[in-house]
């Protein structure tokens, strides 16, 4: 269990940007544990295509919080730093 005291799970707060993933990227996502706790997944990976949303900050400095089909995430900044340079080489962003 990741100790995020006090962790909710609310509606996401919209920060105004929303990644359309083009390549899958790694992910963990925060599941409800016990009364008032949280725990992460195993890793896993967001699909290409995806559509999250910035909804928050992340565990650390490195990471964010995000919103993918109703669930939380936590992914990597590195991550959605590569999708931008992606969107950018291919004239979208």
């Known amino acids: 269990m990741v100790s995020l005291s006090p962790v909710s799970l609310p509606n996401p707060v919209v920060l105004n940007r929303v990644y359309t993933l083009s390549d899958d990227i790694s992910a963990m996502q925060i599941l ?3 009364d008032s706790g949280v725990r992460l997944s ?3 990976r967001l699909p290409r295509g995806a559509q999250i ?3 928050g900050d ?11 089909e109703g ?9 959605l730093e590569t999708q931008k340079k992606v969107m950018a080489a291919a004239g979208r962003g």
């Open 32 to 34: 409800p544990f016990g």
């Open 42 to 44: 195993p890793v896993s």
């Open 53 to 55: 949303e910035a909804c």
């Open 58 to 68: 992340g565990f650390d400095s490195q990471t964010l919080k995000v919103c993918y």
């Open 71 to 79: 669930q939380f995430y936590f992914v990597f900044l590195q991550d």
